[in-house]
């Protein structure tokens, strides 16, 4: 069913986008943060219900989410969603798949999280392709202003906080112009497949952190080690 849902969203995208990319980046991107609206909706839900408290789950999720809604003004400022049909099958697929992963997410999280490392993978692979076939004219325009300030300027403690892979404030990317733009976007999305993988761990209710968890817990070690020498 996983692989069933994610070849649908990619047929139609690759069907009706085939030669405009920005409207198809604008609707990978519009539907791409749904999964994570639906971990954080269950999450809450459990915490309600009193199953179990996860904070560093709500963060990363919350910091996933983020991190596509700034893809999303990216692609918006290029002008990716200036016909309404793209916007009407954008936000249309965006319900249906919420309501889907929400369900899916309540019974089984590992489920719906493989679905998400599916669909990063295919958003990868396609900002891949799309930077080696537009290298040189990319990289003759401009960053977008939202992108130089998330990547750049911005305050980066939510840029930090989703790549579970990365030690704190390790990956600044270089936003210089539009191809640089493209590439901190697509290994964005490598880093949500690395952390996707990370939640489907069999112990990852227990051993999964937040980056900033992991390093204030390095520093109260650090500390401690201080302290007794």
């Known amino acids: 069913m996983i692989r069933l849902l994610v070849n649908i969203l990619v047929f139609v995208i690759n069907t009706i986008y085939r030669d405009r990319p920005y409207p198809r980046f604008y609707v990978l991107e519009t539907v791409a943060r749904v999964p994570y609206f639906s971990y954080l909706s269950v999450l809450h839900l459990y915490e309600t219900l009193g199953f179990w408290r996860k904070a560093d789950w709500l963060k990363v999720h919350f910091a996933e989410s983020w991190n596509e809604l700034h893809h999303l003004l990216i692609m918006e400022s290029l002008g990716g969603d200036a016909f309404w049909g793209d916007r009407l099958l954008a936000k249309t697929t965006a319900l249906i798949y919420y309501w889907i992963i929400t369900f899916l997410y309540f019974f089984s999280p590992r489920s719906a999280y493989h679905f998400m490392e599916l669909v990063e993978k295919h958003a990868y692979s396609s900002y891949h392709k799309f930077l080696t076939a537009n290298e040189v004219e990319l990289k003759a325009q401009s960053a977008p202003l939202v992108a130089i300030r998330y990547y750049r300027d911005g305050d980066l403690y939510m840029f930090d906080e989703f790549q579970t892979s990365h030690t704190l404030s390790e990956r600044r990317p270089q936003i210089d112009n539009l191809y640089d733009v493209f590439v901190a976007i697509r290994d964005d999305e490598m880093e949500h497949v690395r952390t996707m993988e990370a939640c489907q761990q069999t112990n990852a209710q227990l ?23």
């Open 207 to 229: 051993s999964f952190k937040s980056p900033h968890t992991l390093e204030m817990k390095t520093v109260a070690a650090n500390f401690e080690v201080e302290v007794h020498s």
